[in-house]
C-alpha cells in the first residue's frame, strides 16, 4: 500500500469510500506520522485517543454508506479554535491550561461532516505574529530548508503550525486564521494552499479574537480541491456572531475546473515595490502568463492607496486587540499572578502572562485608543481604510472579476532573523495581504514555484466578496501549470 | 508623534499590565517605531471621508427577546483561577 499520508484530501475521500483503505488506518498513519515530526513542533497537543475513537466512528458511519462529505478525514486544528474538553490557549501562557466546556462553530461543523481530530496546532500568541516565533511553545520548524542548508526556517504565521503540519503531511489538513496574512503568508512559505474567504463568511464563534472586524478563519490544504472542500465545511451563517452573513453556502469544489476564459484578470501597479527580488517579479509574470494562456484578459489596474493598509492596520488591530484582550484578567480563567491589591493582580497577570509582542500591540493599541490620540490616529485609520476598500470597489466596477499579485515579498527566512531591533521590519511580511482584510475580501495564496535556493514562493489571488469560486477556478488553473512541490524529509 | 517614559508607564497602567522600569526604554522604543511607520497615514486626504464601520454592509441582526441559554454556572467558573461556589474569588475591592 502507497503511504497513506501522501494522499491528498480528494484521494483519500475516494479510498475511504472505494474501502481500499479505513479511517482508522488513515488516522493512525498520521499519527505516526506526527510522532517522528516532533522536532518541527508544529503540533502542540496530540489526540491520539480522541482521533482513534472519532476514525472508528466514521469507518462505521462510512460502512452504513451514511458518511459526511469529510468522513474519516484526519485534520489539525490550530490552537485559537476553542475545542470541548480539549486544552485551548492561543499559545499563550495567560491562558495557561484552558479547556473549553464548548466548541467552536467552525470545528463543529467540521466534526459534524466526519472529519477526525488529530490535535492543536502551534501559532504565534494570539496570532500575533508572521513567523510563528511569539508562541509559548516556541517556534515551528518550515519542512522546508535552503538547498544545501540545514538552517531551519520559519513557516510562517500566525498559522505556521497549520501550514508545517500540512507541508510535512502530518495531516490532510487543517483550519486557520487570517487577521493580516496568517493564513495566506504561510501558505507560500509551506507550498500548501491557503484561502482566506471573506469577512462574514466563516463564523468567528468559539475562535479566540485578535482584531474582530478583521479576522476570518480559513483552511490551510495540499491542493487547491481540498481547500474548497474544508471551506465548504467550515463556512455557513451562525446566529452565534452577529457578522456572519446568512447566504447560502456554494459547493465550491463545482467551481474547479470551470473555464476562466474571458475572466478579466487585474494586475495592480501598486505592488511592484522598489527594490522587490527579480525571482518574485519572475513569478508574478508566469503566474500571469498561465491565466493568460487559459484565456483571461490580463488588465493593469490601479489601487492607490495600497501602501497605506499596512500603516492602517498596524493602528486598527492593536486597538481591537487591546479591547479584546482586556478580559484576561486572572480573574475568569487562565494564568493569576498576586497582587496586593486588585489592579496589582491584573497588571502582574498580564505582565507574566503576555509575551513580548502581544505586549506591544495592546500597548499601541491602548495608546491610540485614548483620550487625545483617538481622532488622530484610529478614526484616520478608519477613514484610510473606507479608502482602501473603495479601491477595490473601482476596480471591480470596471469588470475585473479577481486581482493578481505575489503573496509575500519574499520565500521564508531563518529563525531570529527578523524583527529583532525593529517590530516593523517582520510586518512588512504582510504588504501583500493585509490589504484583502482591510476590505473584508476573499484571498487565496497558491504555491506557484521556488527560488533560486529551492524555497516555495506563492501567489495571491483576491477576489469579489463573497466570490471564492472564481478564486478556485483560477488557483486551480495555477495550480495545473505550477505543479505540486513537497518538501524533502529531513526531520 | 513620539512617547516619552511617563508616557510609556501611563499606557502600560492604563493597559493593566505591569512594566518593570528596565523594560520602559525598549518598550519606549519599540513604541515609537511602530508610531513612525503609522505616521505616513498623517499625508493621506481623508476630508469628507467616512470612517469604516463595517467591512460588509449588513444590517446588525437582533437576536428573539427571550431566554434559550443559561443555567450553566458550573462551565462558567471550570477555569477559574480560585472560586467559591459559583463565585470568582479576588482581592478585596471595597474597603
Given at each position: 500500500?502507497?503511504?497513506?499520508?501522501?494522499?491528498?484530501?480528494?484521494?483519500?475521500?475516494?479510498?475511504?469510500?472505494?474501502?481500499?483503505?479505513?479511517?482508522?488506518?488513515?488516522?493512525?498513519?498520521?499519527?505516526?506520522?506526527?510522532?517522528?515530526?516532533?522536532?518541527?513542533?508544529a503540533?502542540?497537543?496530540?489526540?491520539?485517543?480522541?482521533?482513534?475513537?472519532?476514525?472508528?466512528?466514521?469507518?462505521?458511519?462510512?460502512?452504513?454508506?451514511?458518511?459526511?462529505p469529510?468522513?474519516?478525514?484526519?485534520?489539525?486544528?490550530?490552537?485559537?479554535?476553542?475545542?470541548?474538553?480539549?486544552?485551548?490557549?492561543?499559545?499563550?501562557?495567560?491562558l495557561?491550561?484552558?479547556?473549553?466546556?464548548?466548541?467552536?462553530?467552525?470545528?463543529?461543523?467540521?466534526?459534524?461532516?466526519?472529519?477526525?481530530?488529530?490535535?492543536?496546532l502551534?501559532?504565534?500568541?494570539?496570532?500575533m505574529?508572521?513567523?510563528?516565533?511569539?508562541?509559548?511553545?516556541?517556534?515551528?520548524?518550515?519542512?522546508?530548508?535552503?538547498?544545501?542548508?540545514?538552517t531551519?526556517?520559519?513557516?510562517?504565521?500566525s498559522?505556521?503550525?497549520?501550514?508545517?503540519?500540512?507541508?510535512?503531511?502530518?495531516?490532510?489538513?487543517?483550519?486557520?486564521t487570517?487577521?493580516?496574512?496568517?493564513?495566506?503568508?504561510?501558505?507560500?512559505f509551506?507550498?500548501?494552499?491557503g484561502?482566506?474567504?471573506?469577512?462574514?463568511?466563516c463564523?468567528?464563534?468559539?475562535?479566540?479574537?485578535f482584531?474582530?472586524?478583521?479576522?476570518?478563519?480559513?483552511?490551510?490544504a495540499?491542493?487547491?480541491r481540498?481547500?474548497?472542500?474544508?471551506?465548504?465545511?467550515?463556512?455557513?451563517?451562525?446566529?452565534?456572531?452577529?457578522?456572519s452573513?446568512?447566504?447560502?453556502?456554494?459547493?465550491?469544489?463545482?467551481a474547479?475546473?470551470?473555464?476562466?476564459?474571458?475572466?478579466?484578470?487585474?494586475?495592480?501597479?501598486e505592488?511592484?515595490?522598489?527594490?522587490?527580488?527579480?525571482?518574485?517579479?519572475?513569478?508574478?509574470?508566469?503566474?500571469?502568463?498561465?491565466?493568460?494562456?487559459?484565456?483571461?484578459?490580463?488588465?493593469?489596474?490601479?489601487?492607490?492607496h495600497?501602501?497605506?493598509?499596512?500603516?492602517?492596520?498596524?493602528?486598527v488591530?492593536?486597538?481591537?486587540?487591546?479591547?479584546n484582550?482586556?478580559?484576561?484578567?486572572?480573574?475568569r480563567?487562565?494564568?493569576?499572578?498576586?497582587?496586593?491589591?486588585?489592579?496589582?493582580?491584573?497588571?502582574?497577570?498580564?505582565?507574566?502572562?503576555?509575551?513580548?509582542?502581544?505586549?506591544?500591540?495592546?500597548?499601541?493599541?491602548?495608546?491610540?485608543?485614548?483620550?487625545?490620540?483617538?481622532?488622530?490616529?484610529?478614526?484616520?485609520?478608519?477613514?484610510?481604510?473606507?479608502?482602501?476598500?473603495?479601491?477595490?470597489?473601482?476596480?471591480?466596477?470596471?469588470?475585473?472579476?479577481?486581482?493578481l499579485?505575489?503573496?509575500?515579498?519574499?520565500?521564508?527566512f531563518?529563525?531570529?532573523?527578523?524583527?529583532?531591533?525593529?517590530?516593523?521590519?517582520?510586518?512588512l511580511?504582510?504588504?501583500?495581504?493585509?490589504?484583502?482584510?482591510?476590505?473584508?475580501?476573499?484571498?487565496?495564496?497558491?504555491?506557484?514555484?521556488?527560488?533560486?535556493?529551492?524555497?516555495?514562493?506563492g501567489?495571491?489571488?483576491i477576489?469579489?466578496?463573497?466570490?471564492?469560486?472564481?478564486?478556485?477556478?483560477?488557483?486551480?488553473?495555477?495550480?495545473?501549470?505550477?505543479g505540486?512541490?513537497?518538501?524533502?524529509?529531513?526531520? | 508623534?513620539?512617547?516619552?517614559?511617563?508616557?510609556?508607564?501611563?499606557i502600560?497602567?492604563?493597559?493593566?499590565?505591569?512594566?518593570?522600569?528596565?523594560?520602559?526604554?525598549?518598550?519606549?522604543?519599540?513604541?515609537?517605531?511602530?508610531?513612525?511607520?503609522v505616521e505616513?497615514l498623517?499625508?493621506?486626504d481623508?476630508?469628507?471621508?467616512?470612517?469604516?464601520?463595517?467591512?460588509?454592509?449588513?444590517?446588525?441582526?437582533?437576536?428573539?427577546?427571550?431566554?434559550?441559554?443559561?443555567?450553566?454556572?458550573?462551565?462558567?467558573?471550570?477555569?477559574?483561577?480560585?472560586?467559591?461556589?459559583?463565585?470568582?474569588?479576588?482581592?478585596?475591592?471595597?474597603?
Amino acid at each position: 500500500m502507497t503511504d497513506l499520508t501522501s494522499l491528498t484530501l480528494a484521494e483519500a475521500r475516494k479510498g475511504l469510500a472505494a474501502k481500499t483503505f479505513t479511517s482508522l488506518e488513515l488516522t493512525d498513519a498520521h499519527l505516526s506520522a506526527i510522532e517522528a515530526a516532533r522536532a518541527l513542533n508544529a503540533f502542540i497537543l496530540e489526540t491520539p485517543d480522541q482521533a482513534r475513537a472519532m476514525a472508528r466512528e466514521a469507518d462505521i458511519k462510512i460502512g452504513k454508506g451514511d458518511g459526511g462529505p469529510l468522513a474519516g478525514i484526519p485534520l489539525g486544528i490550530k490552537d485559537l479554535f476553542a475545542t470541548r474538553g480539549v486544552r485551548t490557549t492561543a499559545c499563550s501562557k495567560i491562558l495557561g491550561n484552558f479547556v473549553p466546556t464548548y466548541e467552536s462553530t467552525v470545528t463543529s461543523q467540521l466534526w459534524r461532516d466526519g472529519a477526525v481530530m488529530l490535535g492543536k496546532l502551534n501559532n504565534d500568541e494570539f496570532a500575533m505574529g508572521s513567523s510563528n516565533e511569539t508562541s509559548c511553545f516556541g517556534p515551528v520548524g518550515n519542512p522546508w530548508r535552503r538547498e544545501g542548508s540545514n538552517t531551519t526556517l520559519v513557516p510562517g504565521g500566525s498559522s505556521g503550525g497549520s501550514a508545517s503540519a500540512v507541508a510535512a503531511l502530518l495531516c490532510m489538513g487543517a483550519t486557520a486564521t487570517d487577521t493580516g496574512g496568517s493564513i495566506r503568508q504561510p501558505a507560500a512559505f509551506t507550498a500548501t494552499v491557503g484561502i482566506k474567504p471573506t469577512y462574514g463568511r466563516c463564523s468567528r464563534w468559539g475562535i479566540v479574537a485578535f482584531a474582530s472586524s478583521l479576522d476570518q478563519a480559513g483552511p490551510i490544504a495540499r491542493s487547491v480541491r481540498d481547500a474548497a472542500m474544508l471551506l465548504r465545511s467550515m463556512a455557513g451563517h451562525d446566529p452565534k456572531d452577529t457578522t456572519s452573513v446568512d447566504i447560502a453556502v456554494p459547493d465550491y469544489e463545482a467551481a474547479i475546473g470551470k473555464s476562466v476564459k474571458g475572466m478579466r484578470i487585474g494586475i495592480p501597479k501598486e505592488y511592484r515595490l522598489d527594490g522587490m527580488p527579480a525571482e518574485i517579479e519572475k513569478l508574478w509574470e508566469a503566474g500571469a502568463a498561465w491565466l493568460r494562456s487559459a484565456g483571461a484578459e490580463l488588465v493593469e489596474v490601479s489601487l492607490p492607496h495600497t501602501k497605506y493598509a499596512l500603516p492602517a492596520y498596524y493602528i486598527v488591530a492593536p486597538a481591537e486587540a487591546s479591547s479584546n484582550l482586556a478580559r484576561y484578567d486572572g480573574v475568569r480563567y487562565g494564568l493569576r499572578e498576586q497582587g496586593r491589591n486588585i489592579t496589582e493582580l491584573y497588571e502582574n497577570t498580564r505582565a507574566e502572562g503576555f509575551g513580548a509582542e502581544v505586549k506591544r500591540r495592546v500597548m499601541i493599541g491602548t495608546y491610540v485608543l485614548s483620550a487625545g490620540y483617538y481622532d488622530a490616529y484610529y478614526l484616520r485609520a478608519q477613514k484610510v481604510r473606507t479608502l482602501i476598500k473603495k479601491d477595490f470597489e473601482d476596480c471591480f466596477a470596471k469588470g475585473v472579476d479577481a486581482i493578481l499579485t505575489p503573496a509575500t515579498p519574499s520565500a521564508a527566512f531563518g529563525i531570529g532573523e527578523k524583527g529583532g531591533a525593529d517590530p516593523v521590519e517582520m510586518y512588512l511580511n504582510d504588504i501583500f495581504t493585509v490589504t484583502v482584510n482591510m476590505a473584508g475580501l476573499p484571498g487565496i495564496a497558491v504555491p506557484a514555484g521556488k527560488d533560486a535556493q529551492g524555497l516555495p514562493l506563492g501567489l495571491q489571488l483576491i477576489g469579489r466578496p463573497f466570490d471564492e469560486e472564481t478564486l478556485f477556478s483560477l488557483g486551480e488553473v495555477i495550480e495545473q501549470a505550477a505543479g505540486r512541490f513537497t518538501p524533502e524529509r529531513w526531520w | 508623534m513620539s512617547v516619552d517614559a511617563a508616557t510609556v508607564r501611563r499606557i502600560a497602567h492604563l493597559a493593566r499590565i505591569a512594566v518593570s522600569e528596565d523594560d520602559v526604554p525598549h518598550l519606549q522604543g519599540e513604541l515609537n517605531a511602530m508610531l513612525a511607520f503609522v505616521e505616513q497615514l498623517s499625508e493621506v486626504d481623508v476630508a469628507g471621508v467616512e470612517p469604516m464601520t463595517s467591512v460588509t454592509p449588513m444590517q446588525m441582526k437582533k437576536r428573539a427577546d427571550l431566554v434559550n441559554d443559561g443555567e450553566i454556572a458550573d462551565d462558567i467558573v471550570a477555569n477559574a483561577p480560585a472560586t467559591e461556589g459559583h463565585f470568582f474569588l479576588v482581592p478585596k475591592v471595597v474597603e
